[in-house]
T-cell receptor, first 113, second 117 residues
Framework: SQQGEEDPQALSIQEGENATMNCSYK?????LQWYRQNSGRGLVHLIL?????REKHSGRLRVTLDTSKKSSSLLITASRAADTASYFC?????????????FGKGTMLLVSP | GAGVSQTPSNKVTEKGKYVELRCDPI?????LYWYRQSLGQGPEFLIY????????DSGLPNDRFFAVRPEGSVSTLKIQRTERGDSAVYLC???????????????FGPGTRLTVL
């Protein structure tokens, strides 16, 4: 079963604009991760934020976490056409003793030149 | 190898047939995970191994699905009597070690696209 939902389901922007994607989840977590997927194949790990952290940066990526609202956001600044992909959040909820990842349905991001 | 590899990249089979999907994890990674991703959905956990043993197989949908990792490296996901609903991309991931409740970066392979006609 899916842990949560990303929104929007799809996002279309122009190069240079910022892209913001949101993720909600349902259970307690130890950490939340964001992954990127091109063309429906392998996933690439982008960033991890622990439950005791509120914000984290990595290059053009900024992730926030609000455990009281059970939500996270991923901001990609100064987007590029190469950022076009699907983005998923994943959490390690208690369903399996915090052992495995549960993914949302993803946001499809299209960045036009 | 540099990353997780999966073979075949694509598999087309007929309903009722048996299939095997192979995963080669990153060398030295003790934890190995299988996920299934249907069209338009996120990956869903199937099973994970710590070494040779299946530590959690709660995600396997039914007893037609089975996975092995006999030497603690390569893993094979086996599906008996395939059904059209089994069509999906099967993803494998590995991590250096499994830390329940801790950092657990998983490195994913490119997946096997299974189509059951």
């Amino acid at each position: 079963s899916q842990q949560g939902e990303e929104d929007p389901q799809a996002l279309s922007i122009q190069e240079g604009e910022n892209a913001t994607m949101n993720c909600s989840y349902k259970t307690s977590i130890n950490n939340l991760q964001w992954y990127r997927q091109n063309s429906g194949r392998g996933l690439v790990h982008l960033i991890l934020i622990r439950s005791n952290e509120r914000e984290k940066h990595s290059g053009r990526l900024r992730v926030t976490l609000d455990t009281s609202k059970k939500s996270s956001s991923l901001l990609i600044t100064a987007s590029r056409a190469a950022d076009t992909a699907s983005y998923f959040c994943a959490t390690d909820g208690p369903n399996s003793g915090y052992s495995t990842l549960t993914f949302g349905k993803g946001t499809m991001l299209l960045v036009s030149p | 190898g540099a990353g997780v590899s999966q073979t075949p990249s694509n598999k087309v089979t007929e309903k009722g047939k048996y299939v095997e999907l192979r995963c080669d994890p990153i060398s030295g990674h003790t934890a190995l995970y299988w996920y299934r991703q249907s069209l338009g959905q996120g990956p869903e956990f199937l099973i994970y191994f710590q070494g040779t043993g299946a530590a959690d197989d709660s995600g396997l949908p039914n007893d037609r699905f089975f996975a092995v990792r006999p030497e603690g490296s390569v893993s094979t996901l086996k599906i008996q009597r395939t059904e059209r609903g089994d069509s999906a991309v099967y993803l494998c991931a590995s991590s250096l070690r499994h830390l329940a409740g801790g950092y657990n970066e998983q490195f994913f392979g490119p997946g096997t696209r299974l189509t059951v006609l």
